[in-house]
């Protein structure tokens, strides 16, 4: 299919984009883009967004979505190919993507999880999984300092961050926080509540800015539930899919949880859409009355063929073990890009797959150094719950030229802004 980019005269120029952001969607929102550069972006392709003006962006951000890069073929084939046919379900007969899409996904995902419900976004697949544990009577919801698991307000309980979750107390009722990586700590929550608890962990945190747990932390975590009668429920809507380098998070210590949230990557980069992945036992009161827990646009065909799509792009194009070495290669060059440039005032950079991070010893450098990126041509992101953190999650398409304008661009960026927090940064 030919895609005609719109053309500029149906686009509002970029000032008056500026008011009506200010005067239709919000006043903060405007700022924000205006302290990214003001760039307006328009269409995009692969690793790459393009803005009004022709400038184009290697895409390193997106807050985890684009592991096949954008409008993958895979994707816009099926997407494509519904839009033309039946894009939303009457959701009184029987529809054919739902059902594909759900067996394609439970094709991928570890054994024993084999009934999916689907939903539009990352929040509204944790929400699903908080009610899917109440009726299983774990009312108790036990989650990790730092952990990101959305904003709607069962979601909100669960985020780490009472920045995010003050302006809206009160909150879900029995929830605890504890230490990410620290088993002991959980093993003296769940002691308190056997039978009733329900454990939701990353398997890597990701807007805690890429925290890596101690090797084993996984096995303890699911280990620590059985003994304890608790769900395991695995939020690897940001980490899933191959962004880490394995297909699930979860695959690095053969943990099977009792429920599995997906999102992000499952869009393919062009439909929301998010599920909930579980085992039979886990899922029994949706299997009895699919009126329980309903959404118009869940399991709707467009963003069924999205998700098909998604998970083909993935498997055909053996996009896992390309996050896997592409993520070893970035890590490596990009240590020795920026701990060049900002010598100890750099704490750490780690990663797993294509999800990395960067973080600083200080705040500021992580703002920055996102800004000058941009600048110099590449999208990254911050993250949500540290501001120390700087991260990147290319995309699995990066092929060595977008490699090379990327360590360019990072080496660029790095030797400007090192200036500002190490008077004798010389670089590499
Ligand atoms: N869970 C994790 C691990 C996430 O990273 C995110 C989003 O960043 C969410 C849940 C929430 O997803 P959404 O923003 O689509 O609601």
Request: proline letters at 6%.
């Amino acid at each position: 299919m030919t895609i005609t980019p719109l053309a500029p005269d149906v686009l509002p120029d970029r000032h008056e984009l500026g008011r009506l952001y200010r005067s239709r969607l919000s006043k903060g929102r405007a700022t924000l883009g205006e302290m990214f550069g003001g760039h307006v972006e328009v269409a995009s392709e692969g690793a790459w967004v393009t803005t009004s003006n022709g400038r184009r962006f290697l895409n390193c951000g997106g807050y985890g979505v684009f592991l096949t890069g954008a409008r993958h073929p895979a994707v816009i084939r099926r997407v494509a190919e519904q839009l033309h046919t039946h894009p939303v379900a009457t959701r009184i007969f029987l529809e054919p993507q739902a059902a594909l899409a759900a067996d394609a996904l439970v094709s991928v995902v570890p054994e024993g999880l084999s009934r999916v419900h689907f939903a539009g976004s990352g929040a509204e697949a944790v929400e699903t999984a908080i009610k899917l544990a109440r009726t299983r009577g774990r009312t108790r919801l036990v989650a990790t300092h730092g952990g990101y698991h959305g904003k709607t307000m069962g979601a909100l309980t669960l985020t780490g961050k009472s920045l995010f979750q003050d302006p809206f107390r009160p909150l879900l009722p029995d929830t605890t926080h504890v230490p990410y990586g620290d088993a002991e700590a959980l093993r003296d929550v769940l002691a308190r509540i056997p039978g009733e608890g329900c454990v939701f962990v990353e398997p890597v945190q990701g807007e805690a800015g890429v925290v890596i747990p101690p090797a084993g932390y996984l096995t303890q975590v699911a280990a620590l539930c059985a003994e304890f009668g608790a769900l395991l429920v695995l939020d690897e809507i940001q980490t899933g899919l191959g962004r880490l380098g394995t297909w699930w998070g979860a695959d690095a210590e053969g943990v099977v949880p009792d429920i599995l949230l997906v999102g992000k990557g499952l869009s393919g980069g062009v439909v929301p859409v998010s599920a909930v992945v579980a085992t039979p036992a886990a899922f029994k009161a949706f299997d009895q009355d699919p009126y329980l827990h309903t959404s118009t646009f869940s399991g709707v065909p467009l963003a069924m063929a999205a998700a098909r799509g998604a998970i083909e792009a993935i498997k055909d194009n053996d996009l896992v073990t390309r996050s896997r070495t592409l993520g070893e290669e970035i890590l490596t060059r990009l240590r020795t890009i920026v701990v060049g440039h900002f010598g100890e005032v750099v704490r750490e950079v780690r990663g797993r797959g294509l999800m990395l991070g960067i973080e600083f010893a200080e705040p500021g450098p992580a703002g920055d150094l996102l800004i000058e990126l941009i600048q110099q041509g590449v999208i990254a992101n911050h993250s949500l719950n540290s501001h120390l953190v700087l991260r990147l999650t290319p995309p699995a398409v990066l092929d060595s030229t977008d490699l090379e304008f990327l360590y360019e661009a990072m080496d660029r960026a790095c030797r400007t802004q090192a200036a500002r927090y190490t008077p004798t940064s010389g670089g590499v």
